[in-house]
């Protein structure tokens, strides 16, 4: 079933998803702006994967409302800019359309339709003014995590590194037809698509390398594996994922995983960059509230100390606002 769907910011994940989306026959459309939505519109948006080409001669626009009510949009925008993006794209959603946003951290909609431990927190880090959960319905939103390492060779050229896996959840759990059908659509693109009954625990299982990988490659300007081969590093690792994951026990949230499990899972992809040094080399804003500052909150009202991921926040905050890539 070829489907109308919406890409809003063709990135690195976003123009990865949007050309695999487009390559099966998809009716595809990305929002984005300036050098790479000049370089869309003259040259397709191209996606390096493997020895692979794909060129996707999709339509690309600044101007959303120009593409109507589609069936599907998907939020690949980094997390500051949002709020913006969403007010932007609401011509978008329809009464029908399903929303999934593919972001890192935790998504604003993580504990709004929970039934466990802090139900109902909304996240300032992630929507300050509440302007995401205005403009986009709870209940239109199929939970997503995004596995694979995608780059920008430049604007509108995306180079695809590792991994195919992507996970489709209801925010509240269980399953639906909603997710059978997203699943069924990202399968046929060539993708590891895979139904979740708890996807609030498969986003903690990510954030658990996230929020370890982000921010340190962001304070040593490595790649992942030369990170993990460092004994010292290593071991602050293991530390930190041991106080998130007591964290998400605290919360109901227990991941069937230890330490040393989640960082083989990083080690065996090879030499990545993370999105966070990505950002800084490209001198954009990182998404340090989005991934730590949202997790510190979440600790905080948990009363839970973690107090090795504190001292990474606080590093790894202020180098980025001495480089001026703290948002706000």
């Not at 330490?259 to 899972?265: C, F, K, L």
Request: net charge negative.
């Amino acid at each position: 079933m070829m489907m109308k769907i919406t890409v809003v910011g063709a990135g690195a994940i976003g123009g990865f998803l949007a050309c695999k989306l487009f390559a099966a026959g998809h009716h595809v459309s990305v929002v984005a702006r300036g050098a790479t939505l000049n370089a869309i519109r003259e040259q397709g948006l191209q996606l390096h994967t493997g020895n692979d080409l794909v060129i996707a001669p999709l339509f690309a626009t600044s101007a959303p409302e120009e593409l109507g009510v589609q069936d599907v949009v998907i939020f690949a925008v980094k997390v500051p800019a949002l709020p913006a993006a969403v007010q932007e794209a609401k011509a978008l959603i329809g009464p029908q359309t399903i929303v999934v946003p593919a972001i890192n951290g935790l998504p604003w909609w993580y504990f709004l339709k929970s039934t466990a431990a802090l139900s109902g927190t909304r996240l300032k880090a992630v929507d300050p003014e509440g302007l995401v959960e205005k403009h986009i319905p709870t209940d239109a939103i199929i939970g997503c995590v995004v596995f694979p390492s995608c780059t920008v060779i430049s604007p509108g050229v995306i180079r695809h590194m590792s991994g195919s896996k992507i996970v489709f959840g209801e925010p509240g759990g269980g399953s639906s037809s909603r997710v059978s059908m997203m699943t069924d659509v990202f399968l046929e693109a060539g993708f590891d698509a895979r139904g979740h009954e708890n996807i609030r625990e498969e986003i903690w299982l990510k954030l658990l390398g996230n929020a370890c990988f982000n921010p340190v490659s962001l304070l040593v300007g490595c790649s992942t594996d030369e990170m993990i081969d460092d004994a010292f590093l290593s071991a602050l690792f293991t530390v930190m994922m041991g106080e998130l994951l007591e964290l998400g026990r605290q919360l109901d949230i227990s991941p069937d995983i230890d330490p040393q499990q989640r960082i083989a899972i990083t080690r065996k992809l090879g030499k990545v960059k993370t999105s966070m040094l990505q950002d800084v080399e490209g001198h954009k804003p990182v998404e340090i509230e989005a991934i730590l500052g949202t997790l510190i909150a979440v600790a905080d009202l948990a009363e839970a100390s973690i107090p090795r991921t504190r001292t990474v926040y606080a590093l790894s905050r202020m180098r980025a606002k001495a480089l001026g890539l703290l948002p706000g």
